[in-house]
């Protein structure tokens, strides 16, 4: 039995095939693997484009029979989707190798093709699902580049104005400079002159004038300096009143001062599960937790972009390794999704649709495979990097 289960475990698979189910039938893996109390496992090979599946024991076998059951259940949806899927290539050659933008043209592709899955390597990208459609995702991802391109150009152009304009406005926050230094130079005159009646002394502000050449906030002398507590960062009086009022933390260091409160909708929903038997890339140790989102569509309030006009909701599934610094990530997502800051209303980046709900500058990891440009494992510095994200909105 032992020796049947070895050959069979030495059988490899087309490595974009099994992208392809683990990505499309995630929550039927995920039940055939608590069913049969097992788990699968995914070996590279010595083979291109192959890959090894395994399933283990994770628990007591009831009838003897899981890792059997859980091999054949798996080979059934390996032989319906091979007989089906193809794999478009796109070269790294053929686009901008230095394109910033790689990311979001696929996640715009995964969200307009619902059936096909992209999959990134050292030469470049596949695009995996029925031939149609895979080809058609193959060229709508092209277009995206192209477009991406063609703005970045506009942009390029946009700025070269504005520094050919920058020498009038340089001028014009000279004048206001120099008006403002006029005045102070009055009232300090006026200071030294009440000085002898009034016996007045430097407060602690006054002497933040000295250490501050301009406020970091409006480019000039600060006037009525305040110094924040913990950071130390001076600035305006005013200006920085009204930095705190739109978001409570140091406008240059964003150390948070009081509680953040975002306007992601009121009646959304954030549900976790722990998966012991499913292993992130880079996380074979450990289980899985999977976070669910759930944002219904509804009508924009006063804090939102267009009160009164109605939003778009979303439906989101995230994961982390079920670890200690995971565990740590999820409660600090937690707590942000409870201060209504882990979406917000506005523009989706992936297809420009105005009046969505979207990701409010916290990444998740929304697949299990592909790595940083995809959105999934491995990627070993997005605990650490997910964590200041966190903390530049005020969780830690």
Same mark, same amino acid.
């Given at each position: ?219 000039? +002398? ?73 944002? +219904? ?9 267009? +009160? ?15 670890? +200690? ?72």
């Amino acid at each position: 039995m032992a020796a049947r289960d070895a050959a069979q475990d030495d059988v490899y698979l087309d490595t974009d095939v099994v992208d392809f189910i683990i990505a499309k039938n995630a929550v039927d893996l995920i039940q055939l693997t608590e069913k049969n109390n097992v788990s699968l496992d995914i070996h590279s090979s010595p083979f291109p484009s192959m890959c090894n599946v395994s399933f283990r024991p994770v628990g007591p076998q009831l009838d003897g029979n899981g890792i059997e059951d859980a091999r054949e259940c798996f080979t059934k949806l390996y032989s319906d989707a091979v007989a089906d899927l193809r794999g478009s290539v796109v070269s790294l050659e053929n686009i901008y190798p230095d394109s910033a933008h790689l990311d979001e043209a696929c996640q715009n592709v995964e969200e307009t093709f619902t059936d096909v899955i992209v999959v990134r390597d050292l030469r470049g990208f596949r695009f995996v699902g029925k031939a149609d459609q895979a080809d058609k995702a193959k060229k709508h991802f092209l277009a995206c580049l192209q477009r991406r391109s063609t703005t970045s150009s506009g942009a390029s152009v946009s700025r070269n104005t504005s520094s050919e304009n920058r020498g009038s406005k340089t001028v014009c926050s000279s004048a206001v400079s120099n008006d403002k230094l006029r005045k102070q130079e009055e009232d300090r005159g006026n200071n030294v002159g009440n000085a002898t009646t009034s016996n007045t002394k430097a407060t602690p502000m006054d002497s933040a004038k000295e250490d501050v050449e301009v406020c970091p906030i409006c480019l000039v +002398p600060p006037t009525e300096a305040r110094r924040l507590e913990k950071c130390k960062h001076v600035f305006c009086r005013a200006c920085v009143e009204r930095a705190l009022q739109i978001r409570p933390a140091c406008p240059l260091c964003s150390e948070p001062y009081g509680q953040m409160e975002g306007n992601q909708p009121r009646d959304g929903q954030m549900s976790v599960r722990t998966i012991p038997t499913m292993h992130l890339p880079g996380y074979e140790r450990c289980g899985t937790t999977e976070i669910v989102y759930n944002i +219904p569509s509804g009508t924009q309030g006063a804090e939102h972009p267009h +009160p009164g006009h109605p939003y778009h909701g979303t439906f989101r599934t995230a994961f982390l390794p079920d670890n +200690p610094e995971g565990g740590h990530v999820l409660r600090l997502l937690q707590r942000a999704f409870k201060q209504r800051l882990v979406f917000t209303i506005g523009t989706s980046r992936t297809t420009g649709m105005d009046d969505v709900v979207t990701w409010n500058d916290i990444h998740h990891k929304t697949s299990i495979h592909g790595g940083p440009m995809l959105y999934g494992y491995p990627d070993p510095d997005y605990l650490k990097r997910v964590q200041e994200e966190l903390r530049a909105k005020g969780i830690f």
